[in-house]
Antibody, heavy 123, light 113 residues
Framework: QLQLQESGPGLVKPSETLSLTCTVS??????????WGWIRQPPGKGLEWIGS???????YYNPSLESRITISVDTSNNQFSLKLRSVTAADTAIYYC???????????????WGQGTLVTVSS | DIVLTQSPDSLAVSLGERATINCKSS????????????LAWYQQKPGQPPKLLLY???TRESGVPDRFSGSESGTDFTLTISSLQAEDVAVYYC?????????FGQGTKVEIK
């Protein structure tokens, strides 16, 4: 079964860029059955869908974040990544990477999740 | 964006009793081409990622106990835990995957009375 693992800095300064990578194991990121996505959760709060990517590189973003995010895929290393620019304290959250069982363009339910990584935005 | 509103925000249920969580969608998440509602339910325990319980509103994920069930009526969805167990203490979220951005309900916290 799939396993996903987030990696990246746990502390980012305001106005800088948050960069996270998700490594997928137990299956190929080139599977046409999945999209690959990022979801975040501010401490003690609810879940926010950030965006998703297909292995071909086609991306789908939350319009509320679209101007600041880039999601990319590295099929040779079975990884996908998130960059969030110009961060503020409001971007402090646990960031999860997930698969999305493809049910429509860029969309799907998530049956496998990484453990999540807390990213704190602070000077 | 599709807004999902869960009720209640929290509930306390005795062990062995039924717990019911509602999720109301601001618009239809039903796709006529496959006759399905694009709605999932997740369970999140403290310090853990969410766990998929149900998809297509009522299809149980593999390994999920059959005390968890889902139902639908138009834009209203219900997650029912038929006989609450201690390990079911968690926050439960509904999610629509009908349109982008995918959105979640605000969560319902389930505790033992």
């Amino acid at each position: 079964q799939l396993q996903l693992q987030e990696s990246g800095p746990g502390l980012v300064k305001p106005s800088e860029t948050l960069s996270l990578t998700c490594t997928v194991s137990g299956g190929s990121i080139k599977s046409g059955s999945y999209y690959w996505g990022w979801i975040r959760q501010p401490p003690g709060k609810g879940l926010e869908w950030i965006g998703s990517i297909f292995y071909s590189g086609t991306t789908y973003y939350n319009p509320s974040l679209e101007s600041r995010i880039t999601i990319s895929v590295d099929t040779s290393n079975n990884q996908f990544s998130l960059k969030l620019r110009s961060v503020t304290a409001a971007d402090t959250a646990i960031y999860y990477c997930t698969d999305l069982v493809a049910t429509g363009t860029g969309r799907g339910y998530s049956d496998f999740w990484g453990q999540g990584t807390l990213v704190t935005v602070s000077s | 964006d599709i807004v999902l509103t869960q009720s209640p925000d929290s509930l306390a249920v005795s062990l062995g009793e039924r717990a019911t969580i509602n999720c109301k969608s601001s618009q239809s998440v039903f796709y006529s081409s496959n006759n399905k509602n694009f709605l999932a339910w997740y369970q999140q325990k403290p310090g853990q990622p969410p766990k998929l319980l149900l998809y297509w509103a009522s299809t149980r994920e593999s390994g999920v106990p059959d005390r968890f069930s889902g139902s639908e009526s138009g834009t209203d969805f219900t997650l029912t835990i038929s006989s609450l167990q201690a390990e079911d203490v968690a926050v439960y979220y509904c999610q629509q995957y009908y349109s982008i951005p995918q959105t979640f309900g605000q969560g319902t916290k389930v505790e033992i009375k």
